[in-house]
């Protein structure tokens, strides 16, 4: 099983900044396998990034991520106040997908 | 437009059984990859279990194999978790999600239902 690992657990930031999130896996993920989804309170999750730096359908342009290997990253710049959320990374190269334990992303 | 709907949630004692349902429209369901996806309380997102578009090949968590079946109906647009000894550690809500390309197991979900919440306990 490949676990994913994300920090820090929590970023707390003002509107406008930039947050930046990891995400390492413990054995290289493909970089077409490795996916980011952000969850509100009391909704399902949402799909942000796929292919590690493809935008989903709808996300705007302030979300972006990069990496390869065993290390990812999603930066989301000139936060705004619905970005406030919980960001978790998801590896589908592995028939058993794992998640990270998301990041937590609040207001200073 | 893609809709995903789970029912089948309720309060089971430990070691009882659940039959967990998901109603799709609005793609042709048959075409896709499905998962089921659970998160309990306050905590993060749990990946349960897998099932291809025929339904031919099947996937799970450690946590949930032995106890745990994925299913699919493609006449129906209905895909199904039976749970079965469950226990306290399975309370949580339940997504069932879309894979994001047709016929492609490894691939993130694009959508996901509103989820069911299971709660075990006696």
């Known amino acids: 099983e490949i676990v994913l690992t994300q920090s820090p657990g929590t970023l707390s930031l003002s509107p406008g900044e930039t947050a930046t999130l990891s995400c390492r896996a413990s054995r290289t993920v493909p970089t077409n396998y490795l996916a980011w989804y952000q969850q509100k309170p009391g909704q399902a999750p949402r799909l942000l990034i796929y292919?590690?730096?493809n935008r989903a359908t709808g996300i705007p342009d302030r979300f972006s991520g990069s990496g390869s290997g065993t290390d990812f990253t999603l930066t989301i710049s000139r936060l705004e106040p619905e970005d406030f959320a919980v960001y978790f990374c998801?590896?589908?190269?592995?028939?058993?997908?794992?998640f990270g334990p998301g990041t937590k992303v609040d207001v200073k | 437009e893609v809709q995903l709907l789970e029912s089948g949630g309720g309060l089971v004692q430990p070691g009882g059984s659940l039959r967990l349902s998901c109603a799709a429209s609005?793609?042709?369901?048959?075409?896709?990859?499905m998962t089921w996806v659970r998160q309990a309380p306050g905590k993060g997102l749990e990946w349960v279990a897998g099932i291809s578009s025929t339904g031919g090949s099947t996937y799970y968590a450690d946590s949930v194999k032995g106890r745990f079946t994925i299913s699919r109906d493609n006449s129906n647009n209905v895909l199904h978790l039976q749970m079965n000894s469950l226990r306290a550690e399975d309370t949580a809500v339940y997504y069932c999600?879309?894979?994001?390309?047709?016929?492609?197991?490894?691939?993130?979900?694009?959508?996901w239902g509103q989820g069911t919440l299971v709660i075990v306990s006696s």
């Open positions: 999600a879309k894979a994001r390309i047709e016929r492609t197991y490894n691939a993130p979900s694009d959508y």
């Open positions: 292919g590690t730096s």
């Open positions: 998801q590896q589908c190269d592995d028939s058993r997908f794992t």
């Open positions: 609005g793609f042709t369901f048959r075409s896709f990859d």
